[in-house]
């Protein structure tokens, strides 16, 4: 079965940097989009970053220039780099394959 397990997550302060994780398995990694998404206590559940299986990436707007999302085919891992963090960046951070969500993961930025 599909699994997609999110690590990395936690409490930055505002300029700061984490690096999320998202092992996935149970399926063929390396043919399939991945995606980040986020969900804020409130809000709706929006894409963050996206990379396909070629290599190609997009961006939310809010995120361009401080997120970089990368992937390992070798390890059926996928990255997300957040640099520059700032406060409305908190939220709950998912994982996404074809249907599959992982089970999030918490990011909360703050002094």
């Known amino acids: 079965q599909v699994q997609l397990v999110e690590s990395g997550g936690g409490l930055v302060q505002p300029g700061g940097s984490l690096r999320l994780s998202c092992a996935a398995s149970?399926?063929?990694?390396?043919?399939?989009?991945m995606g980040w998404y986020r969900q804020a206590p409130g809000k709706q559940r929006d894409l963050v970053a996206a990379?396909?299986?070629?290599?190609?990436?997009n961006y939310a707007d809010s995120v361009k220039g401080r997120f970089t999302i990368s992937r390992d085919n070798a390890k059926n891992t996928v990255y997300l780099q957040m640099n520059s963090l700032k406060p409305e960046d908190t939220a709950v951070y998912y994982c996404?394959?074809?249907?599959?969500w992982g089970q999030g993961t918490q990011v909360t930025v703050s002094s």
């Open positions: 996404k394959a074809m249907g599959f």
């Open positions: 149970g399926f063929i990694f390396r043919l399939y989009t």
């Open positions: 990379i396909t299986s070629g290599g190609s990436t």
